[in-house]
Nanobody, 124 residues
């Protein structure tokens, strides 16, 4: 079965950096666009960033543009999220998601597969 397993979350001070990873198995990884979504306490799940199945296009929410970078390694079936200049408002559970044959999708409801999530906490 399809599995997406996130890692790399944790506690960091404002201004710091974290790198999240998502390891995928059970799917033809290079046929899937990959995305990161997040859910802060008391808020809805929201789009953070996405990368096309070829890896040649990336998309970012305005709130993270210039600070976060998504990348993928199709040989290793992994996607990474480098998060720099972290802010307290970035505190959330971050989820990796996958959807085939698109460049990007913004609605969490349209995701085909989800990881279990990893907590990111940014202290002020």
């Amino acid at each position: 079965q399809v599995q997406l397993v996130e890692s790399g979350g944790g506690l960091v001070q404002a201004g710091g950096s974290l790198r999240l990873s998502c390891a995928a198995s059970g799917l033809t990884f290079n046929s899937y666009a990959m995305g990161w979504f997040r859910q802060a306490p008391g808020k809805e799940l929201e789009f953070v960033t996405g990368i096309s199945w070829r890896g040649d296009s990336t998309y970012y929410a305005d709130s993270v543009k210039g600070r976060f970078t998504i990348s993928r390694d199709n040989a290793k079936n992994t996607v990474h999220l480098q998060m720099n200049s972290l802010k307290p408002e970035d505190t959330a559970v971050y989820y990796c998601a996958a959807k085939p044959y698109v460049d990007v999708w913004y609605s969490p409801r349209l995701s085909d597969y989800w990881g279990q999530g990893t907590q990111v906490t940014v202290s002020s």
